[in-house]
């Protein structure tokens, strides 16, 4: 498997991320505006266009974006020991969040707009498929280490990404900052029952 | 704790609720209106009109009407032992949704709209809370008969219901209907693990 997206983000390409989620965590998805994204840029609309035709032309790449980020995350983390690395893995997952409650429920827009935006739909499963990847490498090399359970790892990585993904929407539609620290002890007990 | 709502859905109530049913399956939220509604019903808009003076009031009253039909489905089980009974409920939740992908399509859009809408925001709430003190109950029964674990109850349903709104979430955004049965072997492995 390749790296998440074909490209990286160079400037002024990270500019535009950066400023496009600054506009998200102001307005939302719903009400975000190529110019509200100028504004936080602090170009005009054409500047914007330049690199990118329309809004969800963008937002996609801001998704390739996200994820490029947290993959960077992981890998600065120097460990190789594979039960630090899913300890790391779902904290990145579930704590990290915590921090950006807003970005949280643009998110959940976005993902409510995936049946209807290939695009958008394209990412997500895109950017899930690369997490479980990750997180799979990480259970397999467990096993290998006699160290984790022979387990199913296809099965196990999909229940954290489910745990993980009931987190965010918890957090977002019951306004429930809580949700994310429950999620990483009920992570943490699936690990241990599954694994340990 | 009192029922889901303070009401019970009477006719004309009940068909109205069943046209906003086919309404939201057919055309999801986004693009759902009283007039769409009303088609369904058969009748014309004054008529939903005078039962209900906005889209997002019927669609409020909605969530209630599907609440109440879970807790009908609950109800209508006879069996008291909390095994079979907590088996039961974990179907309802992540078995049944499979017969409806529309429907699920169209709930996670609401649910995107809560940290907007507070009539959602409250609904959600106030089903979530419903259901988990239904868990809840099931669990802390096990437990006063000695079939279960002697758990930390509000967390394990907390947890089953991050596992059941994960659920819900994947199968909508990566379209993957099998991120329910993926869920409901979750929840089993969960509680073998937590309960038993």
Known sequence: MTAPSDRTFSEPDEAIMEATYRALREHGYADLTIQRIADEYGKSTAAVHYYYD????????????????????IQDVETTDPEERLEVLLDELLIKPQENPDLSV???EMRSQAPYKETFSERFKQNDEYI??????????????????DVDADHVTRSLMTIVDGARTRAVVLDDSDGLETARRTAREYVDAMLR
Chains 1, 2 share one sequence.
Not at 54 to 73: G, I
Request: net charge negative; aromatic share 12%.
């Open 106 to 108: 643009a998110l959940l």
């Open 54 to 73: 329309t809004k969800d032309e963008l937002l996609a790449a801001f998704l390739d974006y996200l994820l490029e980020r947290f993959v960077d995350s």
């Open 132 to 149: 479980r990847y990750m997180l799979k490498a990480v259970v397999n090399h467990g096993i290998d280490e006699g160290v984790f359970n």
